[in-house]
């Protein structure tokens, strides 16, 4: 019958049922591993080259699981030496590559603006000399009245006008400084700078930097690292410019202008801060992602004790930094760590703690 083909047989020992149905389990884990069929076992049932592998503690804190360099190779496991390093306190928060095309519009009306005002002064003070002239002849009765009169209208025309073209100016200064703050308006609209020239030319890039609603921008700081993907290692160094008058549509806290090199940064993009914080360096170990495993709700990495033997240990006392992760305790530099095929390990630590039984 089709359900006889499906499920173990009655007279079927526990563990040959573990065994027909933990491949199809570990089919749904998320490693991809090609590994050569073994030809010092060819009777074996294993679904995968572990048959020399076993787990010597029983499921507790810590297990350790021993597997002889030939499995190992078989299987792709790899364990890298770490090293003791040590890092400085810092705090990751979001920001994102500011386009400055606003800010280039601005500055265009305001340039307009700018230069109407100047021609607008300039006809004010030929009205007005020309006013001062005919006033002078009229008292003398050398014109006739009208003439002053129409010399007058000329200069009340020109005065409106200036007027306005000076209310044009500072309309567009105060929107400005609204949206982008006094020291950005002073560097890149009302004047020239190096630091425009360089956005301009996209040598630099612009970041608007936002902070948690609860945290604050240490007193003294002037700089801080940028990258995308939390990539550490890659981070540009970055200059504070100046508070920025408006906060983040994500992040509803203080926000800061920093400018930094273009590199691969493009306009638009979310990147990840790392800000200096008061505090002490911390020692550690850096290790990448590959080689934490999660079980239980905690996370685990897998240390080589010795040439075929490899003991599973917890990480209390960790944080993510770039594309891994920064652990303070659990792993100490100059142990091997195993970096590739950590998830592997802990099947085959799973498997081998099923409970052997007769098969009949």
Do not use: C
Request: no cysteine.
């Amino acid at each position: 019958m089709a359900a006889d083909a499906q499920f173990p047989r009655p007279n079927v020992g526990l563990k040959s049922a573990f065994r027909m149905l933990l491949p199809a389990a570990l089919s749904g884990l998320s490693v991809s591993l090609t590994v050569p069929a073994a030809t010092d076992s060819p009777d074996t049932d294993d679904p995968i080259p572990f048959a020399a592998a076993r787990t010597d503690s029983e499921p507790g804190p810590a297990a350790s699981v021993r597997l002889s360099e030939e499995r190992q190779r078989l299987a792709g496991i790899a364990a890298t030496k770490v090293r003791q390093s040590t890092l400085g306190a810092e705090s990751v928060v979001q920001g994102r590559i500011v386009d400055i095309s606003p800010l280039l519009e601005l500055r265009t009306r305001y340039r307009a603006a700018l230069a109407e005002s100047r021609i607008a002064e300039t006809a004010l003070a030929l009205a007005q000399k020309n006013r001062d002239r005919l006033a002078k002849l009229s008292q003398e009765a050398i014109i006739a009245t009208k003439e002053l009169v129409q010399a007058e209208s000329m200069l009340a025309a020109e005065s409106t006008k200036a007027a306005t073209a000076r209310q044009r100016v500072l309309e567009i200064r105060e929107t400005a400084i609204h949206s982008w703050g006094a020291e950005l308006f002073r560097l890149a609209i009302e004047g020239d700078s190096s630091l425009w020239d360089a956005l301009l030319q996209r040598r630099k890039v612009l970041a608007l930097v936002a902070l948690p609603a609860t945290v604050t921008l240490p007193a003294g700081t002037r700089s801080a690292y940028i990258a995308r993907n939390r990539e550490r290692q890659h981070a540009v160094h970055a200059e504070l410019l100046a508070a920025a008058p408006n906060t983040d549509n994500l992040v509803q806290g203080e926000t800061y202008f920093f400018h930094l090199d273009a590199a691969r940064l493009r306009t638009g993009m979310r990147v990840d801060v790392w800000i200096p914080r008061h505090g002490q360096a911390v020692s550690g170990v850096f290790l990448p992602r590959s080689a934490v495993v999660w079980y239980g709700g905690m996370p685990w990495v897998y240390v080589q004790s010795g040439t075929d033997s490899f003991s599973r240990r917890a990480l209390s006392d960790y944080e993510e930094y770039g594309d891994g992760w920064f652990v303070r305790a659990g792993v100490q530099g100059g142990e091997q760590v195993v970096t590739v095929g950590a998830q592997l390990m802990l099947s085959e630590e799973m498997r081998g703690q099923i409970p052997e039984e007769d098969d009949d």
